[in-house]
C-alpha cells in the first residue's frame, strides 16, 4: 500500500467547499482543515502510486478553489493501529 500525505493551499471562503470535493474522491482516507502554512491536509492510501497520482494529478487539480498542493509520499508508517487492516483495498 502507497500512503501519500497532500498539503494544499485553498481560497479562504472555499475552504470547506474544496474539503468537501476531497474527501469523496477515491483514495481520499481524511481531509483535515489545519492552522499554518497550509489550508488542508489530506491522507491518500492506494495500491499502487500509479494510483496517486492519478487522484492529485487528474482529479485535485481540477476542484475549483484549490489555489496550490505538495505531495509527500510515505515510506514507511508506523501507527498502533493496523492500517492495512483498516484501509483494506482489496
Not at 496517486?52 to 489555489?67: K, M, Y
Request: glycine share 2%.
Amino acid at each position: 500500500m502507497v500512503n501519500a500525505i497532500v498539503l494544499m493551499k485553498a481560497e479562504p471562503r472555499k475552504i470547506t467547499a474544496v474539503m468537501d470535493k476531497i474527501v469523496v474522491l477515491k483514495h481520499v482516507s481524511e481531509v483535515y482543515s489545519v492552522s499554518g502554512r497550509y489550508d488542508l491536509v489530506a491522507v491518500l492510501r492506494a495500491p499502487t502510486n500509479d494510483a496517486i497520482a492519478e487522484v492529485v494529478t487528474d482529479h485535485l487539480v481540477s476542484i475549483d478553489g484549490l489555489l496550490s498542493s505538495e505531495t509527500l509520499l510515505a515510506f514507511r508508517a508506523s501507527s498502533k493501529y493496523d492500517l492495512e487492516q483498516m484501509f483494506d483495498l482489496d
